[in-house]
């Protein structure tokens, strides 16, 4: 004799599963191929060589210029950690994320006026160019 209780309990715990980690993500059945072209936007812009924290720290970038702000290199961290529900994918050393990521040309980095120790980061003219392109596939 099957045991429906335990039957039911493996159910509710796949059903839990699937809802914990339905936020992480992108692309639903309606819209994977608009995400799979604002990836491959994003990406061909970044080097070969880039790493999946140069990209991530790329798209908190990007996401910061899209509401017109600079995002200083202390709180790149906490937004990309907000972005990844927790999960710290920028490693132990955001300045070296940074510096590469400058070395690509698509961000700059600028002296604080408020104070010289800190540093913001902003989009060159390519990274605009390459956010520009991204938001024409979601628009």
Do not use: W, Y
């Not at 972005?83 to 002296?111: E, N, Q, W, Y």
């Not at 390519?126 to 991204?134: H, M, N, S, Y």
Request: proline share 2%; glycine share 4%.
């Amino acid at each position: 004799m099957a045991d429906t209780g335990s039957q039911s309990d493996a159910d509710e715990a796949i059903e839990l599963e699937e809802l914990e980690f339905s936020h992480f993500r992108l692309a639903t059945k309606s819209n994977v191929l608009e995400v799979q072209h604002l990836l491959a936007i994003l990406t061909s812009a970044l080097p070969p060589t880039a790493t999946l924290a140069q990209a991530l720290a790329f798209c908190v970038i990007c996401k910061q210029a899209v509401s017109g702000q600079r995002v200083s290199a202390s709180d790149l961290r906490r937004l990309a950690e907000e972005d990844m529900h927790g999960v710290d994918i920028l490693g132990p050393s955001v300045a070296r994320t940074v510096r590469a990521l400058a070395k690509t040309g698509l961000v700059k980095i600028i002296a604080s006026e408020d104070d010289r120790r800190s540093k913001e980061l902003s989009l060159t003219r390519e990274g605009f160019q390459v956010l520009d392109r991204a938001m024409d596939v979601l628009s």
